[in-house]
């Protein structure tokens, strides 16, 4: 069973904890910046925030309300050099802080900071560092770059048939990232990408939310 464990833990850091991979930060006197270039550079007037500022405001709205969900299902898409074989975790979370994983090496349930591992019909119980998870509930990470973050508006596109307005937020801090997110028309992202860094290898992360306060999802500790 040791040897599922650090694949495990690969997976749950390239998810919350691991770096952004850097990218070039943008020239300032080149480009303005993207949350103060024209709406209607990057779709029609309709499709776009009124205003450029909208953009940075319809994010702060869109993660404000995910905070206060009460559950919901995620599929993540995982690859890249960390991840050369490619991986698809189904997760599902119940607030305010139980998450359930069924990844390849089994299912992992996570209470609080404690996660119970089951694998090949065994159980054990493995400590989270303190705030791993946290970073699952603010994707964009706009606790810690809302001052400095900027959002680009890109128009409205489908997801699985479902329309959604597009938008890039461009973060600076603690490096430069960019996340690209779907928001749906309850104001609640349907999906989520990103690429990160993890010792010197990329990891691409796409994540489809759905079940968005479904009672029916139930997270308990493995018995």
């Known amino acids: 069973m040791r040897r599922h464990l650090p694949v495990a833990l690969l997976a749950l850091s390239l998810l919350a904890g691991c770096k ?34 909208g953009a940075r405001d319809d994010i702060k709205a869109t993660m404000d309300q995910f905070l206060g969900v009460k559950s919901f299902h995620a599929t993540m898409t995982m690859s890249g ?30 209470i609080g900071d404690t996660m119970h591992m089951s694998v090949q019909g065994r159980s054990m119980k493995v400590p989270m560092p303190e705030g791993t998870l946290s970073q699952w509930r603010d994707p964009v990470k706009l606790a810690e770059n809302q001052a400095t973050m900027n959002v680009e508006s890109l128009g409205r596109e489908s997801v699985d048939g479902v329309a959604a307005r ?43 939310y759905t079940r968005y306060n479904d009672p029916s999802i139930r997270i308990d500790p493995p018995k």
């Open 20 to 53: 952004p991979q850097a990218t070039p930060a943008p020239d300032s006197a080149a480009t303005p910046p993207a949350d103060t270039a024209p709406a209607a550079a990057a779709a029609p007037a309709q499709d776009a925030p009124a205003a450029s500022s």
């Open 81 to 110: 050099t960390a991840i050369p074989d490619g991986m698809t975790t189904e997760m599902d979370f119940v607030a305010p802080d139980r998450y359930r994983m069924q990844m390849p090496m089994g299912t992992q349930v996570i």
């Open 166 to 208: 597009k938008y890039v937020v461009h973060n600076t801090q603690p490096q430069p990232s960019d996340v690209t997110m779907w928001i749906g028309g309850d104001g609640l992202p349907l999906q989520i990408q990103h690429t990160s860094s993890a010792e010197g290898k990329t990891a691409n992360v796409k994540i489809r």
